[in-house]
């Protein structure tokens, strides 16, 4: 049988998945391989069919007593699992940072104390907003009330894997479903440990279920199980079509996040200081950021310094481990995701775009480090300037006038995310509501509240989730009308 544990930084994590509140091995295993150094950190269990199915009919026994219990007692059960998160934090940040090569100040600072919140925030937001009073309608009682749906499958990815997961699975509990989590074999870790954190606070077996396993072996049977009612995935567009067509038959509910090609218009009336820090923050994360600005366009007579000095700032970004509290981006998280960011930048230069800042790997760390890169010239409609590279590429364009600027903001497919930067206030206006993203950012980046909603137009997703938003998406929305007359007693 295969090592059921591994130890991590230091951190012991269980290898097996998780299902109906204990620990299930499989006979199959599928390696974790840090991409530090490329170095195996542990076999973790290989699901399929068999591992979904006791998943998803464990989530469907716990489902009606979940469901039934008092909105107030499942917030505090929530509330007790970011307690645990937060005690836990250098631990889960240690071995996130091992496991996908993010930054550890990043998750030690922002990213672990963000998965507490978001068990914390929809806690106190179920407990505030999913009961509506009463309204008077012709004499009549109108109620609305928020039924838990069932059972949420939820898919998640490998940049931000405990917290993009835990932004889902914070309002599915809270609203009173379960929850079917497959984490991304990238960078599977982290799932195991919330496993622990989840019994630890009292969340009973079969309400929260782990199954570890590829896309391929685990995802696909999940998808496309009758027994999920609500799916939600974060990924990749043609993924997202192969989901769409395993869940059509059972009619299931969708929510998708599926990545951006995110412009940073730049005008120049501009704050120039601030422009040249949003556009070095992009690299955050060695690029893995599907809100990411990376298309930059920039106006024509502010261009040439604008360039100049974002190269100068992004010359003195340090690359290197993670683990250093000094590293500034890290490596690519896979070889094949490295060789495919690789792929795009020879593809563009071969087709005449010129690297005027990195543009290959970084040999003096190998691996699978891609140094910080700018590229400018490249053809209009090249691949490189509308598929989503999803590393530490941007490339520099030119615009004449505004109008100009936001059509080729728009000349997209995507529609997740847009930044501008502007000095003219009637100017931030007209040209936010003009571009097509779910997110506009004026003058800042990354900034926005959790009761906000989330999402992208286009091929950036499906439906909204955030506040409110989520609570549509994981309950049935339910009307009652009460006639004053006919009652007997």
């Known amino acids: 049988m295969p090592q059921h544990t591994a130890d991590v930084e230091g951190v012991p994590v269980d290898l097996r998945h998780w299902i109906g509140g204990r620990r299930v091995a499989s006979d199959r295993t599928f390696a974790d391989v840090s991409p530090i150094d490329e170095v195996e950190l542990a076999q973790v269990a290989a699901g399929g069919a068999a591992e979904v199915d006791l998943a998803v009919a464990a989530a469907r026994d716990a489902f009606p007593a979940w469901a039934a219990l008092p909105v107030a007692e499942r917030s505090e059960i929530l509330r007790r699992v970011a307690d645990g998160v937060e005690k836990r934090v250098e631990d889960l940040s240690r071995v996130e940072t091992r ?7 990043s998750h030690r600072r922002g990213v672990m104390p963000r998965v507490a919140m978001n068990f914390r925030y929809f806690a106190d937001y179920a407990e505030q907003r999913l009961g509506h009073p009463d309204m008077e309608v012709r004499g009549h009682r109108e ?20 917290m993009l997961a835990t932004w889902r699975i914070g309002p599915a509990l809270a609203a009173g479903n379960t929850v079917v989590l497959k984490p991304p074999e990238w960078a599977p870790l982290t799932a195991s440990l919330l496993a622990d954190i989840m019994a630890e606070a009292g969340v009973p077996a079969g309400v929260f279920n782990v199954v570890q396993g590829t896309g ?25 079509g192969v989901i769409s067509r395993a ?36 690299f955050d994360n060695a690029g893995q950021v599907c809100l990411g600005a990376f298309r930059i366009l920039v106006q024509e007579s502010i261009a040439q310094e604008f360039t100049e000095r974002v190269v100068a700032k992004a ?46 790997p970084n040999d003096d760390l190998g691996g699978l480090y891609f140094r910080p890169t700018i590229l400018v010239d490249a053809t209009p409609g090249c691949e490189i300037l509308t598929e989503e590279v999803f590393g530490p590429v941007l490339t520099i364009q030119t615009f004449a006038d505004e109008a100009e600027g936001v059509a080729m903001a728009n000349n997209t497919r995507f529609g997740l995310a847009a930044t501008l930067v502007t000095g003219d206030r009637e100017r931030a206006e007209r040209v936010s509501a003009a571009l097509d993203a779910g997110t506009v950012w004026v003058n800042c980046f990354f900034v926005r509240d959790l009761g906000a909603p989330f999402g992208g137009n286009g091929k950036s997703g499906i439906g909204r989730e955030g506040g409110i938003w989520s609570f549509d998406f994981y309950t049935d929305i339910k ?11």
């Open 99 to 105: 496991d996908n090569g993010a930054l550890i100040r």
């Open 143 to 162: 109620r609305i009330t928020y039924d838990p749906a069932g059972v949420v499958a939820i898919i998640t990815p490998w940049n931000a894997p405990l």
């Open 216 to 240: 391929l072996e685990a995802g696909a049977p999940l998808t496309a199980h009758p027994g999920i009612n609500r799916l939600a995935f974060t990924g990749s567009v043609p993924t997202a």
């Open 247 to 282: 869940a059509a038959p059972n009619i299931v509910p969708l929510s998708y996040e599926l990545g951006g090609k995110s412009p940073l218009l730049v005008f120049e009336d501009c704050d120039l200081d601030l422009a040249v820090d949003l556009a070095v923050e992009q």
């Open 315 to 360: 010359r003195t970004i340090v690359q290197g481990d993670p683990r250093d509290e000094a590293t500034d981006i890290s490596a690519m998280v896979s070889r094949a995701h490295f060789e495919r960011v690789r792929g795009f930048v020879e593809r563009a230069l071969a087709d005449g775009a010129r690297a005027i800042l990195g543009g290959g």
């Open 479 to 489: 009307n009652s009308v009460f006639s004053p007359d006919g009652w007997t007693s």
